[in-house]
């Protein structure tokens, strides 16, 4: 079955750095494009980044030229690298796929930027 289980979350003071990992198993994952979403308390679940199958990234303005998504096929993980962390950062971060139109979710990981 598909399963998508996030790791790398934690407590970092601003303008830190953060790594996330989605581990991804039980489909083709280098076929699927992936995507990070966020969720900070009270407010609505935000697109942060997406990897299309052949590399192409796209970001939500408040985290370009601060956040990278990558993925590597060889091991099934799609990475999300956040550097100038901001208090604003903090929420859940979770990996999503959509596979034959249904989508699938990792338990997500919490991100909390605080001094």
């Known amino acids: 079955q598909v399963q998508l289980v996030e790791s790398g979350g934690g407590l970092v003071q601003p303008g830190g750095s953060l790594r996330l990992s989605c581990a991804c198993s039980?489909?083709?994952?280098?076929?699927?494009?992936m995507k990070w979403y966020r969720q900070a308390p009270g407010k609505e679940r935000e697109l942060v980044a997406s990897?299309?199958?052949?590399?192409?990234?796209n970001y939500v303005d408040s985290v370009k030229d601060r956040f990278t998504i990558s993925r590597d096929n060889a091991k099934n993980t799609v990475y999300l690298q956040m550097d100038s962390l901001k208090p604003e950062d903090t929420a859940v971060y979770s990996c999503?796929?959509?596979?034959?139109?249904?989508?699938?979710w990792g338990q997500g990981t919490q991100v909390t930027v605080s001094s």
């Open positions: 990897i299309s199958s052949d590399g192409r990234a």
């Open positions: 999503n796929t959509v596979r034959f139109l249904r989508q699938y």
């Open positions: 039980g489909f083709t994952f280098s076929t699927y494009a």
